[in-house]
């Protein structure tokens, strides 16, 4: 059995609507291919068949997943959590003592991490570090070029 995960609404719906978009708008297109290359006919030597067939394959290999992902997904309720704290879905604004930098991310789940967008995953060396940190805290965390220290400016929901 696959584990819980959790997701905001937002990123929840972004799969509804891909699974959607992959049952309703891929699948047929791939049948109709499977389709036309039958029609093209002996199969034994028919190229456009059996890419069409693996497509077909790798699709449902998604959407198996997707679906698999949906069913253990739940919507993280922000009413129960302790507000003063770095947890899931937080916005926090940290500062890097070392250069002075101040960076504002949003905690979210993996699948919903977009670094562009400023959403950092849950998953991430920085925001491992920063969970259950409070304004005024710091943090030392380990990433690829050495130690950071950072310190907790604000936390919002």
């Keep these: 059995m696959s584990e819980i995960q959790y997701f905001s609404e937002e990123g929840l719906q972004k799969l509804k609507d891909e699974l959607e978009h992959l ?3 891929e699948k047929p297109m791939i049948s109709a291919q499977i389709g036309e290359a039958i029609d093209m006919g002996d199969l034994s030597e028919n ?4 890419a069409a067939k693996e497509a077909q394959g790798l699709l449902e290999l998604k959407i198996n997943k997707l679906q698999t992902l949906l069913v253990n997904a739940r919507i993280f309720d922000e009413s129960r959590v302790d507000t003063t704290k770095i947890l899931l879905l937080a916005i926090v604004t940290i500062k890097n003592l070392a250069n002075g930098k101040e960076m504002k991310y ?4 993996e699948k919903e991490a977009d670094i562009k967008a400023g959403k950092l995953s849950i998953n991430s060396p920085i925001a491992k570090g920063l969970l259950g940190k409070s304004v005024g805290d710091t943090a030392e965390i ?5 130690v950071i220290t ?3 400016i604000k936390i919002e929901r």
């Excluded at 949003?106 to 789940?109: A, D, F, R, S």
């Excluded at 380990?142 to 050495?146: E, I, K, T």
């Design 106 to 109: 949003t905690i979210v789940p």
């Design 47 to 50: 190229a456009e068949y059996d």
């Design 142 to 146: 380990q990433v690829p070029s050495g």
């Design 23 to 25: 049952t309703s708008v």
């Design 150 to 152: 950072f310190e907790v």
